[in-house]
């Protein structure tokens, strides 16, 4: 049975940083690239980055030079830094694993943790 499971969300002031986690299991971690979506309520599930096999980073727009996602093939986790955090990044953040199609696109991705809350205050 895939798991993943994230940890790491809060609520933060503006300017301020957190790191989510998302732990796998029943899963090859190493054959899949890994990537973190977000949702803001009311609005659809947004691309935020995404790690291929080999090690290639990918990022939304709007994160770019804030966040920094990363991989440890060791314990078959996969986690988001999040730095200069802004309102706009309010969300569920889930980590999702990649099984086919756009990489950019949530349908790509065949399994999802369950979500951690993001909140950054102004």
């Known amino acids: 049975q895939v798991q993943l499971v994230e940890s790491g969300g809060g609520l933060v002031q503006a300017g301020g940083s957190l790191r989510l986690s998302c732990a796998t299991s029943?899963?090859?971690?190493?054959?899949?690239?890994m990537g973190w979506f977000r949702q803001a309520p009311g609005k659809e599930r947004d691309f935020v980055s995404a790690?291929?096999?080999?090690?290639?980073?990918y990022y939304a727009d709007s994160v770019k030079g804030r966040f920094t996602i990363s991989r440890d093939k060791v314990k078959s986790t996969v986690s988001l830094q999040m730095n200069s955090l802004k309102p706009e990044d309010t969300a569920v953040y889930y980590c999702?694993?990649?099984?086919?199609?756009?990489?950019?696109?949530?349908?790509?991705?065949?399994?999802w943790g369950q979500g951690t809350q993001v909140t950054v205050s102004s």
């Open positions: 999702a694993a990649f099984t086919g199609g756009s990489l950019y696109s949530a349908n790509a991705y065949g399994y």
């Open positions: 029943g899963l090859t971690f190493s054959d899949y690239t």
């Open positions: 790690i291929n096999l080999s090690g290639r980073l």
